[in-house]
């Protein structure tokens, strides 16, 4: 016999990457196996739900946001909407929020084609009672030397 060297044996090891997935463990069988399926896709139908259920609350503030910009010149803010052919999309910035300027610029294209939906400006009593804001009265003024001054 002759006395040959025996390899020794490799022993390297294996170091995962961080952020690599686990590997899946062989113990348990396929119903394990089902079963964690089964909850990571309950908890994606959740996350997918909160999603939505988020992005419809976004969407409604985004539109108030518009409504309440809009409000300031018309009427009725929902007559921004009445054409049709404007969203909420397109009065949003890069960044998701509601650009101004957008609003602004939209107001502007229906009050072109729809004047009478512009807001009107109500005077208050005062200016009212005055023929306008400029003309104040004398404040010592009162019936009595009113009479006298037209007896005059």
Known sequence: MTDAPTPEPITETVTEPA??????????GPDKL????????????????????????VEALQRAEVAR??????ADPADLWRAGTLTVADMLTDNGTVDAAKVSTAVEAVLAEHPHWQRQVIPTAREVGLGGAG????PVADFASFIRRSAQ
């Open 69 to 74: 910009l809009a409000g300031e010149r018309l």
């Open 19 to 28: 952020g690599a997935p686990e590997a899946v463990p062989e113990t348990g």
């Open 135 to 138: 003309n104040d009265p004398d």
């Open 34 to 57: 089902r079963s964690e399926a089964a909850r990571y896709r309950r908890a994606l139908r959740e996350a997918e739900t909160d999603r939505e259920r988020l992005t419809g609350q």
